[in-house]
């Protein structure tokens, strides 16, 4: 089974930059697609990044040029590099991994960003 431990959420000012970390540990034989969602208040839960296990990458069009997701050569542990940042951008972040054997859909525990000045 396996844990998402999600880490570098914060209040940041408007242009400002965060880095989103979310590590996998467990048992599992290997992770597939990782990726971001956030969720925002009163909006709707978006998918924000991916990135598969040979670094194809996809992203939202409202963070496009903006954010990078990025993970170790491991594949284990999955980044959310996020620049430029906007207010509409205040949301929690959540971190989730396709599991093979099992197979599953883990989910991090959210992390706040809040982009205020």
């Known amino acids: 089974q396996v844990h998402l431990v999600e880490s570098g959420g914060g209040l940041v000012q408007p242009g400002g930059s965060l880095r989103l970390s979310c590590a996998a540990s467990?048992?599992?034989?290997?992770?597939?697609?990782m990726g971001w969602f956030r969720q925002a208040p009163e909006k709707p839960r978006e998918l924000v990044a991916t990135i598969t296990t040979v670094d194809t990458t996809n992203y939202a069009s409202s963070v496009k040029g903006r954010f990078i997701i990025s993970r170790d050569s491991g594949k284990n542990t999955v980044y959310l590099e996020m620049n430029s940042l906007k207010p509409e951008d205040t949301a929690v972040y959540y971190c989730y991994a396709e599991v093979r054997v099992p197979n599953y859909t883990a989910w991090g525990q959210g992390t706040q960003v809040s982009v205020s000045s």
């Open positions: 467990g048992s599992f034989v290997s992770i597939g697609t």
